[in-house]
T-cell receptor, first 113, second 114 residues
């Protein structure tokens, strides 16, 4: 079991470009969460997805950010028209259910220049 | 609104010491509490998960306790080693939430000196 796989590990984008972050959950895990860690700040919840459904997106900015978890393939966090304030580490976590806790990926570090 | 606080923010100890990291939460209606370790520039590694009905969990030199009524958890590290140097994060999920999202504290950065 390869664990939660995130790619790319590092991503550099110019202001105004799009960023796509990918997350493959652990085998058998159908719950996927995205968190953001801004410099000098704690981890903040962004969005929770199950296969083909967004369950809770209360932590995700309403504009420019979107997430999906298709029936086949990884979960994608998409940031359109990136700005410098989007520079952060984005972590994905997966879980089989609430009782068993979460496994985190190594994160994608986005730098907007 | 649930808030999670970790004290101290940073801690430096000599190798071999036993130490305690503290986590407090404002709403005692939690579903579970999880302790994580984060190394610089890396992801999170789960250390211990305590369900709301449990009082403590142990793994090797680590012991985590939970007192829901007082809104506190402690992570006890015995015989600390330089390899324990990392940031330790506490996170809770709320009973009222059916999404299971984690609410994190700001972390305690631990340095164990050889």
């Amino acid at each position: 079991n390869a664990g939660v796989m995130q790619n790319p590990r590092h991503l550099v984008r110019r202001r105004g470009q799009e960023a796509r972050l990918r997350c493959s959950p652990m085998k058998g895990h159908s719950h996927v969460y995205w968190y953001r860690q801004l410099p000098e700040e704690g981890l903040k919840f962004m969005v929770y997805l199950q296969k083909e459904n967004i369950i809770d997106e209360s932590g995700m900015p309403k504009e420019r950010f979107s997430a999906e978890f298709p029936k086949e393939g990884p979960s994608i966090l998409r940031i359109q028209q990136v700005v410098r304030g989007d520079s952060a580490a984005y972590f994905c976590a997966s879980s089989p259910d609430r009782e068993h806790g979460y496994t985190f990926g190594s994160g994608t570090r986005l730098t907007v220049v | 609104k649930q808030e999670v606080t970790q004290i101290p923010a940073a801690l430096s100890v000599p190798e071999g010491e036993n130490l305690v990291l503290n986590c407090s939460f404002t709403d005692s209606a939690i579903y579970n509490l999880q302790w994580f370790r984060q190394d610089p520039g890396k992801g999170l590694t789960s250390l211990l998960l305590i369900q709301s009905s449990q009082r403590e969990q142990t793994s090797g030199r680590l012991n985590a306790s939970l007192d829901k009524s007082s809104g506190r958890s402690t992570l006890y590290i015995a015989a600390s080693q330089p390899g324990d140097s990392a940031t330790y994060l506490c996170a809770v999920t709320r009973s009222s939430s059916n999404t299971g999202k984690l609410i994190f504290g700001q972390g305690t950065t631990l340095q164990v000196k050889p």
